[in-house]
């Protein structure tokens, strides 16, 4: 379980912050999933921490407890499109400024610096629980995005890799070629 003493300093002075993280930076293919969760003063549940420290089934049970009890939740997508158009690090900013600011509380990122009130904080899934929760909710729709894929795209495996660059995905792509959702910015070897 996450001690959530950053989260905790903010709620004692009666502040509502929201813990914004991204999933699906390192792909090869696929959208970049950035959220935004603000969770109420004071939450604690076991299961809600970095979600590559979670089984699938654990993470489908905090999601579920997240979704239950959030006061908001902001999902914001970046398709491969935009992610060539301006790189993926300005293009997961982009997404997480636009979630700091629509949802007009306090932001804690995750190690992201944006040009809205907030604090970046390094490995923030591990230290804020908010953003931790945000992580969690990322990784299950972008799982589920890339489960929709692999059924539009069957011959790429996105259900095994969730278009991460292994062997198989980049034997695929020089097989196939490229589709909608590959990155073309990002360059790979056989």
């Known amino acids: 379980m996450i001690e959530s003493k950053i989260d905790h300093g903010y709620w004692q002075r009666g502040v509502d912050i929201i813990g914004i993280d991204e999933v699906g930076r390192g792909p090869m293919a696929g959208p970049v999933v950035v959220v935004g969760v603000v969770l109420p003063h004071f939450t604690q549940h076991p299961l809600i921490k970095d979600s590559k ?6 993470r489908q049970i ?3 407890y997240i979704t239950s009890i959030a006061k908001q939740i902001i999902v914001k997508g970046v398709n491969a499109q935009r992610i060539d158009e301006l790189n993926i690090y300005r293009a997961t900013q982009e997404a997480m400024e636009w979630i700091a600011n629509t949802s007009k509380v306090f932001a804690l990122s ?5 040009i809205a009130p907030h604090e970046s904080i390094i490995k923030g899934d591990v230290h804020s629980i908010s953003i931790a929760a945000a992580s969690i909710i990322a990784k299950v729709i972008r799982d589920d995005i890339m489960l929709m894929y692999d059924k539009m795209y069957p011959q790429y495996g996105f259900a095994q ?3 991460y660059g292994t062997a198989h995905h980049k034997a695929m792509m020089q097989l196939h070629g490229l589709c909608d959702i590959h990155r073309r910015s990002f360059t790979f070897k056989k």
């Not at 420290?53 to 654990?58: A, H, K, M, V, Y």
């Not at 995750?110 to 944006?114: H, S």
């Open 53 to 58: 420290q979670l089984s699938d089934s654990q």
């Open 62 to 64: 905090a999601y579920n």
């Open 110 to 114: 995750d190690a992201m610096p944006l």
């Open 161 to 163: 890799h969730k278009g």
